[in-house]
Nanobody
């Protein structure tokens, strides 16, 4: 069983930066596909970024060039560095994990087997 705990959300001005963390327990992140999704009020949940068990990454077109996903195996933690934030980036950001290969194009929320509770990001 994998537990995921996110942190690092908050209020930031447009153009600012935040780094979200996802601390995993129960299994090592280097053996999992890890990712981030977000959901704003009244909108569909959407894929943001993912990192495979071999370190390859993929990000959504809407955040490409601004967001970077990474992981620290020693800390068993996955990060997402968010730069040049826009008001439309405001959402609840949730960490996800699954065994094996990452799904194509990030997959859907239900492509993953474990989900965190989320951390709120507000850009205003």
């Amino acid at each position: 069983h994998v537990q995921l705990v996110e942190s690092g959300g908050g209020l930031v001005q447009p153009g600012g930066s935040l780094r979200l963390s996802c601390a995993a327990s129960g299994y090592t992140v280097s053996r999992l596909c890890m990712g981030w999704f977000r959901q704003a009020p009244g909108k569909e949940r959407e894929f943001v970024a993912r990192i495979s068990e071999v370190g390859t990454t993929d990000t959504a077109d809407s955040v490409k060039g601004r967001f970077t996903i990474s992981q620290d195996n020693a800390k068993n933690t996955v990060y997402i560095q968010m730069n040049s934030l826009k008001p439309e980036d405001s959402a609840m950001y949730s960490c996800v994990a699954r065994w094996g290969e990452c799904p194509d194009s990030g997959g859907s929320w239900y492509s993953y087997g474990w989900w965190g509770q989320g951390t709120q990001v507000t850009v205003s």
